[in-house]
């Protein structure tokens, strides 16, 4: 078994996904570690949507519409395009903020929460054979498609994870340089 420094370190998203998705108890396993996420006065300010078959193309619809909705002399054909975008994958998991007021948690600190959970869920579904890329776009922040799924008027979508078994594998991305992003403060030569 790796072990999980070399495990992280060889991850990567996958754009092209197919079935199988992950079935009922990967997905209990996987949510699991999402709550382990950092949690700021354990608000757990998250939920999450699990999204597949006739919800996919659900989905879509809401997409198409969100897209009609801002520009309505889209055609019929640039709407199945839209739409489309939603069945790039088997499964959708729809990673959700719920903003709560707390005197010390202002709502960035939430959503990274919800973030962190969502890259444990990654990690979580590579390590059970699965994989996944998030995505956001336009379609994440629209009006429309908060309503169509159904989001409070304090929730927020964080981010879309495409969830399936890799159909190709994307090559390992060379890590940036850690000299360009770590460095010691104050810089050593200080006086
Ligand atoms: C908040 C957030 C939103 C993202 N939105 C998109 C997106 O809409 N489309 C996309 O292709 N990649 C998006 N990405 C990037 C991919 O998830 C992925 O991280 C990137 O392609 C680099 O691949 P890697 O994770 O294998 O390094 C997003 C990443 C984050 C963190």
Same mark, same amino acid.
């Given at each position: 078994? !790796?072990?999980?420094? $070399? ?5 990567? %998203?996958?754009? @092209? ?10 997905? @209990?396993?996987?949510?699991?570690? &999402? ?8 608000? !757990? ?9 006739? *919800? ?19 055609? $019929? /054909?640039?709407?199945? !395009?839209? /739409? /489309?975008? &939603?069945?790039? &994958? +088997? ?23 919800? *973030?962190? *959970? ?9 390590? @059970? ?13 629209? +009006? ?7 989001? *409070? ?14 159909? &190709? @594998? !994307? ?18 030569? %200080?006086?």
């Amino acid at each position: 078994m !790796k072990d999980i420094i $070399e495990f992280i370190l060889s991850r990567q %998203s996958q754009p @092209r996904l197919s079935a199988p998705a992950p079935g009922d108890e990967v997905l @209990r396993e996987v949510f699991s570690c &999402a709550l382990r996420a950092p949690d700021h006065a354990l608000l !757990k300010p998250w939920r999450y949507l699990v999204v597949t078959g006739k *919800g996919l193309q659900q989905l879509g619809e809401a997409f198409a519409a969100a897209a009609a909705h801002d520009n309505p002399a889209l055609q $019929e /054909s640039d709407l199945d !395009k839209i /739409s /489309s975008k &939603a069945l790039r &994958a +088997p499964m959708i998991i729809v990673g959700i903020t719920c903003q709560q007021e707390h005197p010390k948690v202002p709502v960035i600190e939430q959503t990274l929460s919800t *973030g962190a *959970g969502m890259a444990y869920l990654l990690l979580a579904l590579e390590a @059970r054979g699965f994989s996944g890329i998030w995505r956001t776009g336009d379609m994440a922040y629209h +009006p429309v498609v908060h309503e169509r799924l159904g989001l *409070g008027p304090l929730e927020s979508i964080t981010g879309f994870l495409y969830v399936g078994t890799a159909a &190709a @594998r !994307k090559p390992v991305q060379p890590l940036p340089s850690l000299d360009d992003i770590v460095s010691v403060w104050p810089p050593r030569n %200080s006086h």
